[in-house]
Structure formats: C-alpha cells, structure tokens
C-alpha cells in the first residue's frame, strides 16, 4: 500500500506540473493565432495511450513518462519535422511569427511553473500557517547524529547561532537545506561560541555516510512497547524515561549513552508514566539495549511535557501573499545555490543528480497533502530553471535564439536550428542517462 500511495501522489504531481507547464506554451500560441498540432501528457512515441482530436490539436496521453509537450506548427523542435520545415511558411506558423510572439510562446512554460511556484506558498500560507520551534527555545541544543556532521566538527548539544552571516532565528524545515549549502556555520557550545568552516565536498561526504538527518530536535526516550522475552516488563508503553543510573536522561540520546555505559547490568530508572515519575529497576542487555521499542512524541506532546515551545503563525488571505512571496523566492534562490554546487567540479555534488528515482523517493509513504503541495512547489521551480538553461532543445536554448534575433536583427537559419536542435537532444539524453545512471548506482551499492 505504501508504494501505492508514493506512486499516486509521484504521478499526480509530475502529471500537473506537465500540463500546467505546457499549457503555459498553448495558451500564448493559441492569442497569437499560432496552430497548435499536438497537446500531450507524456511522450507518445509510435502509439499513443489515448487521443481526441479537437479542431486543430489532438490532445493525447503518451505511454512514455518523461514529460510532454506541445507540437506548434513552423517550429524546429524535438519532432524534427523537416518535411514541413521545407515547404513555403504559412501565416499560423510559429516561425511566421514577430520574433518577441515567439519569445514569449517559448517562455509561457517556465512563468506558469514560477507562478504556480509562488501561489501553491501562497496558499499553504493561508492554509497551513506557519510552525516553527523558536532557535532561542532550542535550551538544550540540537541532535547531531549524522556521521558527515560530526566529522566536520559538530556535536549533539551544539546551538546553530547563524549560517554564511545570517542569523538562524528558527528551528525548520529550511535549516538543513541552509546547512548543506553553508561555507561556515557559527555556533554554541557550552556557552562559547564556535566557527566551523564547511568542507568543499561536504554534499560527496555526506552520501558516504549513512542517511541520518543532519540536524534534529532532541526528543525524549518514549516507549512505544515491550519487546516479546523482554525482562524489563516493570517499563510499560508511553513511560518516559527522565534517569537512568542516579544521571538525568531528559533526551534520547543521554538515556542511550547511559544504557552503553552499564551494558550486562540492572540499574535504577525513572520514567514518567501518566505525569507521576515513578521508580523502576531496568536490565540492560549485553548490546546496551533494554528490550522496548521507543517512538517519537507529536509536538502537542512536547510542548505539554515542557521540552519546547512551539511556534505557530497564521496568516489572513492578504498576509498570506507576501510570506508565500518570500518563501518562493527563498526556495528559487536556494534551488540557484543548488545548481552553482552541481556545476562546480570541487564539491562532487553532480555525484549526487538525481533521476525519476530520487523524485520519487521525496515522497513520503502516508498521504498528506500539506507534504504533497510543498514537493510540488518546489518540483515546478526546479522544472522552471531547468527549462531555463541555455540548451538548445530546452526552452532556455530556444529563448537564447530568439534573443540573439531580437538584438542582432539576424534570424539564425533553419539548418542551424536543425543542427542545434540535435546537439541539445544529445546533450540532454546524456544528462537524463546520467541522472537515472546515478539513482541506478546508488541503488545497487545502498547510498
């Protein structure tokens, strides 16, 4: 059921971006009177799912999921149509168009991509609000159990202060992204404060290491249930253990260094059971392990138990616009930081490019729709500035053309668009294979 649920929300995002995008090009071909031949879903190559032709435009789903397109008559695109490149131009034509009804036929996609980028934020603005635990009620510091992070210099414990100068004021969804793509990072750490320089490659040491988050809250040590044969059936499911040994565990990860520190003996605990602490003897095991398995608590529970405080912000319509504004406009800045990471050879982060798989794989198993219109915002940026890159065959490369039209007054020949045409089809099947090629890797080694 799980990966049916991946897969539903997988094809419902990927399918409205698709559409919406190639809509974009529909709609400004179809004002400027410019014949539409061809509106499809996926790719239909040599057979078609489903077709209806209405008027001029068949509109179709193709069997192969890699995007979709338009096909507008007079255009030197991916169909290679020479046949009707060669006959005279015809007044619907695309290429019989004023060069700037071209340039903006070519960039419709990627400005619904941006909009709906930025009105999907909006909306989850208004929708959702805006939850946050904040950086000051973070007493205690941060869990810092991802391998990469503690090489580089971090601990459990550590209070992030700011990343490249800007200071951190909250704990979110945003600060992992904001500390892959840091060069320094300030913090606290038993009320000194710290710089540690970010390694180049840091993004190429962190696939090597076991995928843990970078950064999380500190959580208690919740019990869930007793593990069959257990000898510790004095612990019962929603104890929180608060000490182990006479030392106060208020976290997860000080009950767990307690537990390796008295491995093969029996020692005294106190857990918090219906909001009475209560003592209890507990064995551990030999592994440092006490036979439970241990859950994690919903912020409600946090809250009302006194580890943290948290945020929420809730927004009017017309509040809502502003905050979704500055929120797309923060994840496109990032997704630019992103690609500058990608193309520099130093930090190793074209090793880590993704295909359908890592898309996919975003998705969570359980259906949430707040998840679901998040990944889609920033899916429909990312497909927006890719779109954007200057390679012929993307929608940059035929914007790059009509530029230099439009400025030269020199329109570049047909020959010479056929010809780029190809060299970007290469180049992108190249990247598509490198991409996949990637996932492939990663799947078969386990990273």
Not at 212 to 224: E, G, H, K
């Amino acid at each position: 059921m799980d990966i049916v649920i991946k897969l539903s929300q997988f094809l419902l995002s990927l399918s409205l971006l698709i559409i919406l995008h190639e809509l974009g090009h529909f709609i400004p071909a179809k004002l400027f009177k410019t014949r539409v031949e061809k509106f499809y879903l996926f790719f239909d190559v040599k057979y078609s799912l489903i077709k209806k032709k209405i008027g001029e435009t068949e509109y179709g789903i193709g069997w192969l999921p890699l995007g979709g397109y338009v096909k507008i008559s007079g255009m030197i695109d991916e169909s290679m149509d020479k046949e009707q490149m060669a006959l005279p131009p015809q007044p619907w034509e695309f290429r019989s168009k004023p060069a700037w009804q071209r340039l903006i036929i070519m960039l419709g996609g990627v400005t619904v991509n941006f909009i709906l980028a930025f009105i999907i934020y909006i909306g989850m603005a208004f929708a959702y609000g805006d939850i946050f635990i904040a950086n000051a009620d973070l007493k205690d510091g941060l869990l810092i159990e991802n391998k990469a992070m503690q090489i580089v210099g971090f601990k459990t414990g550590d209070h992030i202060l700011s990343v490249d100068g800007e200071k951190i004021t909250r704990f979110d969804n945003d600060l992992t992204m904001k500390v892959i793509m840091a060069k320094q990072i300030l913090i606290e750490r038993n009320g000194a404060e710290q710089a540690i320089k970010m390694p180049n490659d840091f993004v190429d040491q962190l696939s090597k290491q076991e995928k843990v988050p970078l950064v999380s809250i500190r959580m208690p040590y919740a019990i869930t249930s007793i593990s069959e044969g257990s000898l510790n059936t004095a612990l019962q499911p929603k104890d929180i253990i608060t000490s182990l040994n006479g030392q106060s565990t208020k976290y997860f990860d000080q009950v767990k260094s307690v537990l390796e520190k008295n491995k093969n003996k029996t020692i005294a605990a106190t857990v918090l059971r219906d909001e009475k602490e209560i003592k209890v003897p507990v064995v551990v095991s030999s592994k440092g392990e006490l036979g439970i398995t241990v859950g994690s608590l919903g912020m409600a529970s946090l809250e009302k138990l006194g580890y943290y405080k948290i945020s929420k912000q809730e927004f009017g319509f017309l509040e809502s616009i502003p905050v979704g504004i500055t929120k797309g406009k923060d994840q496109l800045v990032g997704y630019g930081k992103q690609l500058k990471m990608i193309f520099n050879p130093e930090t190793k982060a074209y090793k880590q490019v993704g295909g359908f798989k890592a898309i996919f794989d975003i998705f969570p198993n359980t259906w949430s729709w707040e998840v679901f219109w998040n990944i889609t915002a920033l899916l429909s940026i990312m497909l927006g500035v890719m779109n954007l890159l200057p390679i012929p065959a993307l929608d940059g490369g035929h914007v790059m053309f009509l530029l230099y039209e439009i400025i030269s007054g020199k329109k570049p020949s047909d020959k010479f668009l056929e010809n780029a045409q190809m060299v970007g089809f290469v180049l992108l099947i190249t990247l598509l294979l490198f991409a996949n090629g990637n996932d492939i890797y990663k799947a078969i080694v386990g990273k």
